[in-house]
């Protein structure tokens, strides 16, 4: 996966859209300043990188769920678009 990641965070025509960058076994969380068709574009573009390996997008406006909590972009957080943790509980 790292491969992957180095790809897309430094390789990518998209790499300065993305904001944030969490990754958790096979979960993924990207805080973009893109657009939706980017996003769309950039999904299409790592799909055919690994046969055997598929990207899915959930998106969210300001918050969205990711290994359970729900997670807020928020500039407040310590500057930037971070992610905010809040519990769904």
Avoid at 18 to 39: H, P
């Amino acid at each position: 996966m790292n491969n992957f990641e180095n790809r897309i965070l430094k390789g990518s025509r998209f790499a300065k859209t993305i904001k944030f960058w969490a990754r958790y076994v096979d979960d993924i969380l990207i805080v973009w300043s893109g657009t939706d068709r980017q996003i769309d574009q950039l999904l299409k573009e790592t799909n055919v990188m690994h046969k055997d390996i598929k990207f899915t997008v959930e998106k969210g406006n300001k918050t969205i769920n990711y290994l359970d909590p729900t997670r807020t972009v928020n500039s407040g957080c310590g500057g930037g678009a971070t992610s905010c943790n809040q519990d769904s509980q």
